[in-house]
């Protein structure tokens, strides 16, 4: 079972910019979806953003959309989710997951299993 390490993460000023890596502990199959999700204290974990090994196919939420890029790197197993103009809102532990699931990008985090141990991202205002 492929295993995921998260890193990255750290105290950022407001406006700044950090970049995510989620790497995997051996080839993750082309079929599965691997996402982003963050968990901020007293909050449920939510959806930030997918991407689908196959074909490249990519979902952000909306919260996110227009400051976060998600890739991958298949040579380095790795999905990298870059964050720019980052606000204290965004202050969470940031998780990683894969789902093997056709159709549709889910974006529900039941529909994901071998979470990592999250990354802790602070922003300061």
């Known amino acids: 079972q492929v295993q995921l390490v998260e890193s990255g993460g750290g105290l950022v000023q407001a406006g700044g910019s950090l970049r995510l890596a989620c790497s995997a502990s051996?080839?993750?199959?082309?079929?599965?979806?691997t996402g982003w999700f963050r968990q901020a204290p007293g909050k449920e974990r939510e959806f930030v953003a997918a991407?689908?090994?196959?074909?490249?196919?990519?979902v952000y939420a909306d919260s996110v959309k227009g400051r976060a890029t998600i890739s991958t790197d298949n040579a380095k197993n790795t999905v990298y989710l870059q964050m720019n103009s980052l606000k204290p809102e965004d202050t969470a532990v940031y998780y990683c997951?894969?789902?093997?699931?056709?159709?549709?990008?889910?974006?529900?985090?039941?529909?994901?299993?071998?979470w990592g141990q999250g990354t802790q991202v602070t922003v300061s205002s």
């Open positions: 997951a894969n789902a093997n699931n056709f159709g549709n990008i889910r974006t529900d985090q039941y529909a994901y299993t071998n």
């Open positions: 991407i689908r090994w196959t074909g490249g196919s990519m």
């Open positions: 051996g080839r993750t199959p082309s079929t599965y979806t």
